[in-house]
Each structure stands twice: as structure tokens, then as C-alpha cells.
């Protein structure tokens, strides 16, 4: 009788095992299974190529860029001016006292230490968004044609109803002929 005891014992372990194994792959199978029902779900979350492409950083070629010339480019469906100050304009901006600026910010503030020639700034009028008019005006920058807010050369609001200046959007110098606009410091704008 006692032979027929351990038997049945040993037939528990082994049914025990066996109910273990199972139930361990049972629950791994349905973990696999809802991870793969689950992942285009979770695929169909990400932005598409075009919406990270419309994001992603944007490289500005400046070497045909001649002085005093303005390009305009788009980051984000934006419009961004990129300009290449002349000796003149540098000299100037750099010699109107910050006193004198409805929103003060000195020409440094204005331009990457080292390229004090290149300016990049949104091309929008802080106004009501208008595209202002470059080389136009009584301060060598812009003009709005919309309510005549002017700019002078480095973007700085100087007459009108703008009430700051144009802004200055994330950029780096990837070289002294290169810009990229959408990324500074070596991050991508968010």
C-alpha cells in the first residue's frame, strides 16, 4: 500500500509539472499573440514620413548667397529669411543704441557669434503676420505693406503696430557656408 502512495505522489509531480508547463506556455502564447494583434495599433500612432520630413532639419546652401541678398526658405510651412548683411549693415546695426528699440535687443542678440553677416529670422510680420518687403523702408530692413510696421536689417521692430521684433528661429552653423535650420546646440528643435 505504501509502494501504491508514492506512486500516486509521483503521478501529482508529474501532473503538476505538466500543468505548470502548460499553463506557462499557454500565457507566453497569448502574450506573443497579443503583442502581434496589438502592433499596428501602436504603429498607426507614429506621424507618417511626410509629417517627420516636414519637421526635420533643413540645410541652407549660403555660398551663392551675395551680400545684401535675402533668400527666402520654408521650415515647418513657415517662411524663413536668410540674409547676408553688408560690411555697412553690420557696422550700422551694430551702432544703433538698444535705447532707441520699441523691443530692445542688441545686434549680438540678433546673430551667431562669429557670423555677424547672416541673419536668420522667421519672415512674418509680429503684427498680424504679413510677409514684409525686404530692402524697403527708412531702416534698411523690411516693410510690411499690410499696416507699415518697418524692420531694420537685423529684424528689429523700429515703427508700426509690430509690437516685437521678427523672431529668431533654431538654427546652427554646420559649417561657414552651411546653416541648418530646425536644430541648435546639436538638437532638433521639438
Not at 497579443?34 to 533643413?58: E, K, N
Not at 529684424?155 to 503696430?161: A, C, E, H, Q
Request: net charge neutral.
Amino acid at each position: 500500500m505504501a509502494n501504491t502512495s508514492a506512486t500516486t505522489a509521483g503521478a501529482q509531480d508529474q501532473d503538476g509539472s505538466r500543468r505548470d508547463f502548460l499553463f506557462l506556455a499557454t500565457g507566453a502564447a497569448v502574450a506573443v499573440g497579443g503583442a502581434f494583434a496589438a502592433w499596428p495599433f501602436v504603429s498607426s500612432m507614429r506621424p507618417d514620413a511626410a509629417t517627420i520630413a516636414a519637421g526635420a532639419p533643413l540645410d541652407v546652401d549660403l555660398a551663392p548667397i551675395t551680400d545684401g541678398q535675402i533668400v527666402n526658405v520654408f521650415w515647418r510651412g513657415k517662411l524663413i529669411f536668410v540674409r547676408k548683411l553688408t560690411e555697412k549693415e553690420v557696422k550700422d546695426m551694430k551702432a544703433i543704441p538698444v535705447s532707441e528699440l520699441s523691443d530692445p535687443a542688441p545686434f549680438d542678440a540678433r546673430v551667431k557669434s562669429g557670423h555677424d553677416q547672416w541673419l536668420v529670422v522667421y519672415g512674418n510680420c509680429t503684427h498680424l503676420g504679413c510677409v514684409p518687403i525686404g530692402h524697403q523702408g527708412n531702416f534698411e530692413g523690411w516693410a510690411c505693406p499690410c499696416h507699415g510696421s518697418q524692420f531694420d536689417a537685423v529684424g528689429r521692430v523700429r515703427r508700426g503696430p509690430a509690437p516685437i521684433n521678427l523672431p529668431i528661429p533654431p538654427y546652427t552653423f554646420a559649417s561657414d557656408t552651411k546653416v541648418r535650420i530646425g536644430e541648435e546646440g546639436g538638437k532638433a528643435a521639438a
